[in-house]
């Protein structure tokens, strides 16, 4: 299995722009993350999906911040209109057993 | 609620040295706890978890850490240092809620291995 996989690996963009970042879960596991991780908070769960429904956002910060899982194979997490203070390494990760498999994360700068 | 405390944000240690990452935390229900591992501009890599079976737990790259429940603690451990084991490491604990295994992360403790 090729892991979790999270595209783009970087992104830069401007304030007030509109940022997707897409995750592809590990086949078969029925657990989505979005965790987002910051020098000064370290790593936050900001979502999470049980078999494609969003269970528990209460850790998104703001409005501006959107997820979606349309299928088993696809999920988004949108960021609308963005901030510099957004900026942070986002990682979606995926669980199955009780055990969490994390992707190599998107990298977010917004200047 | 649970929660992680790593003592130490900072460790360096000498090569071939005792490696040995502070890790302790709460939860009101019996946990599983993990240690994962970041290397610069990557992912996290499980590196062990403990889920209530022995309370040794060996991981990848000669790891291992013990669950002592007495002393809510989870300290990873390494006989000897290698350079390559240079990284960020990051104790979590999880409990059962709707079915769900929610990590709640320490604030991470950066390795250094001087040789």
């Known amino acids: 299995d090729a892991g979790v996989i999270q595209s783009p690996r970087h992104e830069v963009t401007e304030m007030g722009q509109e940022v997707t970042l897409r995750c592809k879960p590990i086949?078969?596991?029925?657990?989505l993350f979005w965790y987002r991780q910051t020098m000064m908070r370290g790593l936050e769960l900001l979502i999470y999906?049980?078999?494609?429904?969003?269970?528990?956002d209460s850790g998104m910060p703001e409005d501006r911040f959107s997820a979606k899982m349309p299928n088993a194979s696809f999920s988004t997490l949108k960021i609308q209109p963005s901030e510099p203070r957004d900026s942070a390494v986002y990682f979606c990760a995926t669980q199955t057993v009780g055990v969490t498999y994390f992707g190599p994360g998107t990298r977010l700068t917004v200047t | 609620a649970q929660s992680v405390t790593q003592l130490g944000s900072h460790v360096s240690v000498s090569e071939g040295a005792l490696v040995l990452l502070r890790c302790n935390y709460s939860s009101s229900v019996p946990p599983y706890l993990f240690w994962y591992v970041q290397y610069p501009n990557q992912g996290l890599q499980l590196l062990l978890k403990y889920t209530s079976a022995a309370t040794l737990v060996k991981g990848i790259n000669g790891f291992e850490a013990e669950f002592k429940k007495s002393e809510t603690s989870f300290h990873l451990t390494k006989p000897s240092a290698h350079m390559s084991d240079a990284a960020e490491y990051f104790c979590?604990?999880?409990?059962?809620?709707?079915?769900?295994?929610?990590?709640?992360f320490g604030k991470g403790t950066k390795l250094s291995v001087i040789p």
């Open positions: 086949s078969g596991h029925d657990y």
């Open positions: 979590a604990v999880s409990e059962t809620g709707a079915g769900s295994y929610q990590l709640t």
């Open positions: 999906f049980n078999n494609n429904v969003p269970i528990d």
